[in-house]
Every structure is written in structure tokens, then in C-alpha cells.
């Protein structure tokens, strides 16, 4: 199994949790590519068995609760047509002070469906990753279990 963890950041928090997603599926012998989305391009999505997105929600040249604009711009690109049935899952980091709350959530969730991929998992929404980064770290590990539950074994793969 082959996993794309793409991620942009601004104030490191979504790097911080995308580390530690990435060094979970590692410890169970699931390759993963951690890439700043900057990095990666809409035709190598069909060079992974799962992709997972990461980004922050923020005021973009869109307006409140997008994706970074990293991204956008990602989203903007034409897209290869492979993607039907590919496998994602998205997080996203907020907080609910905001209007639309982990609003880049959203926005990622209608980009996979638009690509025809499927979703593993319900999205994670993280409120305020800084103020209670011990609990949200915990909500990761829990998301990722639940997503290491619906992975073929390494040994299967």
C-alpha cells in the first residue's frame, strides 16, 4: 500500500499533525509520502492506493474557510481522469470562532467527489490544534485507527 499525505500549512500546525499521521501509518508498515502540496501534481494521484489531504482553513482570495491557497491552486489545475474509486481522507485544523468552521474540510471533500474518489473515512475536524494539542493529537490517532482499520494489511498488499 501506497499513501500521498499532501498537506500545506501556515502556521505549522497542520505540519505538525501530518507528521504525526504519517509516523502512525509508518509504524504499521504502510509507505507514506509526506508532500507539501506545492509538491504534488494532479497526475500523480494515481500513483497512490490512498491519498490523504491536510490543510488549515483561512481567508483566501476566495474568501472565509477555504483551503490554503497552496491548495487552491492544487484544485485550479486540470485534474487527470483516473481518479475514479481512488481512496482519500481528509483533516482539516480550525477553529470555531470562524463562521465556517474547518470550512477547507468541505471544500476538499466536494474536490474528491468531483475527482470520483471515495472518502475511507469521515472527515477530522480539528478546533484550535495550539490550545489543547494533547487531545487533538489523540483525535488524530484516533482517526488514523480508524483508517488503519480499513487498509489492507502490508502483508496482504
Not at 502556521?11 to 509538491?39: M, P, W
Not at 500513483?47 to 483561512?58: C, E, M, N, R, T
Not at 477555504?66 to 475514479?84: I, S, V, W
Not at 471544500?107 to 475536524?125: A, D, K, N, T
Request: hydrophobic residues 40%.
Amino acid at each position: 500500500m501506497k499513501v500521498l499525505l499532501a498537506y500545506a500549512t501556515y502556521s505549522s500546525g497542520t505540519d505538525l499533525a501530518s507528521q504525526l499521521v504519517t509516523s502512525l501509518l509508518t509504524a504499521h508498515n504502510i509507505s507514506v509520502e509526506r508532500k507539501n502540496i506545492r509538491e504534488v501534481s494532479p497526475e500523480n494521484l494515481s500513483d497512490y492506493d490512498l491519498v490523504i489531504f491536510a490543510s488549515p482553513s483561512w481567508r483566501t482570495r476566495k474568501g472565509d474557510g477555504y483551503p490554503h491557497e497552496f491548495f487552491l491552486d492544487f484544485m485550479e489545475k486540470p485534474q487527470a481522469e483516473n481518479c475514479r474509486g481512488r481512496k482519500f481522507a481528509i483533516f482539516g485544523l480550525g477553529d470555531r470562532v470562524y463562521t465556517h468552521f474547518c470550512g477547507a474540510v468541505d471544500h476538499l471533500e466536494s474536490f474528491v467527489q468531483e475527482l470520483g474518489g471515495v472518502l475511507l473515512v469521515p472527515s477530522l475536524r480539528i478546533d484550535g490544534f495550539y490550545f489543547n494539542q494533547e487531545e487533538n493529537e489523540q483525535k488524530l490517532r484516533e482517526w488514523t485507527s480508524q483508517l488503519l482499520a480499513l487498509l489492507p494489511s502490508p502483508a496482504a498488499v
